[in-house]
């Protein structure tokens, strides 16, 4: 979570009824990020995944960071997600996730795909 985020979150938190639900997800938990959740949270059930003392990625995904301009981003993706389906040599239906700025290039991309 980006702490710029907290701002906001805190005025949310301050219209919402107490007594609500919430899920807090987070790749990560730093120091920044406990307190925040030990702060927002009431009965907290925390599930983890992996261990506990390493922070570290998954083994079976790759990362792929290919930095480009604006000009060329939408078709510098189509030739990682073009590598990556050559890739799958076992037909194992490859995956990604494409992280977007905002929600107008979201919808661009996605138009860009279909």
Known sequence: MDMGFEPQIRKILAKVPRQRHTLFFTATWPASIRRLANEFLRDAFQVQIGNREELKGNQDIVQVIKPCSGYNKNSTLMQVLRDASVADRNNSGAKGICFC???????????DLW
């Open 101 to 111: 700025s905002t929600k107008r290039m979201c919808d661009q991309v996605a138009n």
